[in-house]
């Protein structure tokens, strides 16, 4: 069990240019502790920002997750960066700013923040830009309405399938998709059904077709669309029971490392 006030002492794994790095927290306890266990590491706007949330564990969610790369980026770079996160134009946190959801400048270490319950995750990749999301696995009543939101392809895999397969693909596919508009830098901006990945539980190398530039749906498969997604490291980690996590970063053959700080291990990748 993660305790707080270890936050700071926890020793983290290494950023290099061949590995894709995953570092996860699972917020045991009293949030209200975590928040103090983050102050040493966040700023002022941060620190406003949070008091802005009404439940204490989504304070400590958000404050967890920004000194946790904090602290990563201390640790690479050799010294403390006590600003705030630039962003791009559709909100992604960088460091340094890498124009405009392009992979980050040579040697710098672009970065990916998502949390869900009680774990905080944030993924690290020297060699491209990065997007990590988790979830919280729960029942969804509506999921076949929601599967709309998806590829066509995809909508009618996940519709085809009986609880609680249905649930289990759903998240498998949502988490997959979220973690690639995270690393173009562009969220929901672009729409679900514009690309697509796999649904199978196949935890690596699920990515089927990139978005185009205009975010709307390529239907078939675009020309080049092998050589696209072969330039992508895409993998989902087993970060624990009732949650699906996912990671996918712009550039081919990472190792991923997934380590969990509360009792420094490796995550299955």
Same mark, same amino acid.
């Given at each position: 069990m993660a305790d707080p006030r270890a936050f700071s002492a926890y020793p983290l794994p290494a950023v290099n240019d061949a590995t894709l790095t995953c570092v996860?927290?699972? @917020?045991?306890?009293? =949030?209200?502790?975590?928040?103090k266990?983050? $102050?040493?590491?966040? &700023?002022?706007?941060?620190?406003?920002?949070?008091?802005?949330?009404?439940?204490? *564990? #989504?304070?400590?969610?958000h404050l967890v !997750?920004?000194? @946790?790369?904090?602290?990563? *980026?201390?640790?690479?770079q050799g010294g403390a960066w006590t600003t705030d996160f630039p962003r791009t134009p559709w909100g992604k946190p960088?460091? %340094? %700013?890498? !124009? @405009?959801?392009? %992979?980050?400048?040579?040697?710098?270490?672009?970065?990916?923040?998502?949390? /869900? !319950? #009680? $774990?905080?995750?944030?993924?690290?990749?020297?060699? !491209?830009?990065?997007? $990590?999301?988790?979830?919280? &696995?729960?029942?969804?009543? #509506?999921?076949?309405? *929601? =599967?709309a939101q998806l590829h066509p392809q995809e909508c009618r895999l996940v519709r /085809? +399938? /009986? #609880?609680?397969?249905? &649930?289990?693909a759903f998240y498998r596919c949502w988490t997959r998709k979220e973690a690639v508009l995270k690393a173009l830098g562009r969220g929901l901006s672009l729409p679900l059904h514009g690309f697509q990945?796999?649904?199978e539980r196949d935890a690596q190398e699920w990515l089927v077709s990139l978005p185009n530039a205009a975010g709307h749906d390529q239907g078939a498969r675009p020309a080049g669309w092998e050589r696209e997604c072969a330039a992508w490291t895409t993998r989902d980690i087993a970060v624990g029971p009732g949650y699906q996590c996912s990671v996918a970063a712009s550039a081919p053959h990472l190792r991923v490392?997934?380590? *969990? +700080?509360?009792?420094?291990?490796?995550?299955?990748v």
């Amino acid at each position: 069990m993660a305790d707080p006030r270890a936050f700071s002492a926890y020793p983290l794994p290494a950023v290099n240019d061949a590995t894709l790095t995953c570092v996860g927290v699972r @917020l045991s306890g009293d =949030a209200t502790a975590w928040i103090k266990a983050a $102050m040493p590491f966040i &700023t002022a706007r941060e620190r406003t920002h949070a008091g802005r949330f009404v439940h204490a *564990l #989504d304070a400590a969610r958000h404050l967890v !997750g920004r000194a @946790l790369v904090r602290r990563m *980026l201390w640790a690479a770079q050799g010294g403390a960066w006590t600003t705030d996160f630039p962003r791009t134009p559709w909100g992604k946190p960088t460091c %340094p %700013p890498d !124009g @405009l959801g392009a %992979p980050p400048a040579r040697n710098a270490i672009d970065f990916s923040i998502t949390h /869900s !319950g #009680d $774990m905080v995750w944030a993924a690290f990749c020297q060699k !491209g830009a990065v997007g $990590m999301d988790v979830e919280q &696995t729960r029942p969804i009543p #509506d999921i076949a309405e *929601l =599967a709309a939101q998806l590829h066509p392809q995809e909508c009618r895999l996940v519709r /085809s +399938l /009986s #609880d609680p397969e249905r &649930t289990e693909a759903f998240y498998r596919c949502w988490t997959r998709k979220e973690a690639v508009l995270k690393a173009l830098g562009r969220g929901l901006s672009l729409p679900l059904h514009g690309f697509q990945v796999r649904t199978e539980r196949d935890a690596q190398e699920w990515l089927v077709s990139l978005p185009n530039a205009a975010g709307h749906d390529q239907g078939a498969r675009p020309a080049g669309w092998e050589r696209e997604c072969a330039a992508w490291t895409t993998r989902d980690i087993a970060v624990g029971p009732g949650y699906q996590c996912s990671v996918a970063a712009s550039a081919p053959h990472l190792r991923v490392a997934a380590v *969990l +700080l509360e009792n420094v291990r490796e995550c299955g990748v």
